[in-house]
């Protein structure tokens, strides 16, 4: 291709435009970021940015691109990007819009939410005025941002509609293990509690209690930001992820797509995938990118994801969806991992506090390594003993 448009200026767009250049690809290189920022990282968002060590997260390498800031892509054609700026033409696009968190809905009260530096910054300030604060969704935010306020000393309360935290990626029985460490760190933790309503107060409850707080933070999902392709022929799943095939490549025409967005057919896992992973946002860039030059590699990773959160690190590898048996490893009540096996096959680990499995599952996964679930069960085994 001679010109390039990248539509998207978070890690994946950034990760797509320097892997381009980086296999000397010479040609027109436009980015268009929707946000005032240069591309930076989200991660530290929630964690070292929450906490003031960080104010900036900017993505160091030099893109030699054309770089549009401010610019939303307001619809694909053949051949052409047209934005809020004018019409960009392109021999190959790389899709990498990323999502937006979901909304509480139907309120007037200013509620935050996390997924930009801006809203990083703004929940910082306020974090530092607020007495008390409510969260609602104990998923992967809400439990960093429970754990930054709860530092801070405010009366913290998290409120979610699920009988366990993280319930939308880990099941009960793992989730289960979770529970206390919200009373260690001062955190009160109300399970099984839709949100019914919101006021200047607080919030109320499904069954007639409220919270009262001075903020009310959202941390209940994020969707596919796809919402300008529709119409442009892109394959959409119903969640609004972009389907792509193997090679990351949709259609019609020279269209790839990175990151957040993207659905792809997992012959690792079988069935297809969609993962909010930093680690998957920038491998699957690079991937698109090289497949942008010609080149026809699959895109078949372990997916990775972390939190830091309550005083402990999570790490997840591999992925799960509900039919492997689930076994757990060590104690909860120390460093443990909980595994996913299908058979002898290993698909899925998270570990609490035990870097060494999540290198080792991320390995016996990738190579499909048979493994002795009951071994495996035991923390005095080596993963790879099992
Ligand atoms: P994004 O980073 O969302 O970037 C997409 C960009 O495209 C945005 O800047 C957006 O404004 C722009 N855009 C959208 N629509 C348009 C348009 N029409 N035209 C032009 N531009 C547009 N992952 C982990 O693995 N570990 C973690 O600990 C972790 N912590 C996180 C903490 C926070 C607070 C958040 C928000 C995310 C975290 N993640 C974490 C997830 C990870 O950051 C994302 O998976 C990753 O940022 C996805 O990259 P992306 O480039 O696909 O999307």
Known sequence: PRRVVVVGGGLAGHTAAATLRAEGYDGGLTVLGAEPHPPYDRPPLSKELLAGTVDDTTLKDDLDADLRLRCRALSLRPGTVESTEGVHP?????????????????????????????????????????????????????????????ALDRKVTVIDAAPTPLARALPGAVGGHLVPWYAEQGIDLRLNTPVTGLDDRGVSLAGGGRVDADIVVAGIGARPDTGWLRGSGVPLAPDGAVDADAALRTGPGAVYAAGDIVRWPSRLFGGRIRVEHWDHAAASAQTAARNVLGHVEPYDP????????????????????????????????????????????????????????????????????????????????RLTDA
């Open 90 to 150: 392109y021999d190959a696009v790389i899709l990498a819009t990323g999502s937006s968190p979901i909304g509480l809905g139907g309120t007037s009260r200013a509620v935050h939410a996390l997924r930009t530096v801006g809203d990083a910054r703004r929940l910082r300030a306020a974090l530092r005025d607020a007495a008390s604060v409510a969260i609602v969704g104990a998923g992967w935010i809400g439990s960093e941002v429970a754990t930054r306020a709860a």
């Open 302 to 381: 372990v997916p990775y994801f972390w939190s830091d959160q309550l005083g402990h690190r999570l790490q997840y590898v591999g992925h799960h969806d509900g039919a492997e048996r689930l076994v757990l490893r060590g104690h909860p009540s120390d460093s443990w991992t909980a595994l996913w096996f299908d058979g002898r096959r290993l698909r899925a680990a998270l570990a609490v506090d035990n870097p060494r499995d999540v290198r080792e599952a991320r390995r016996l996964i990738a190579d499909r390594v048979p493994l002795s679930a009951e071994r495996a069960a035991d923390p005095a085994v």
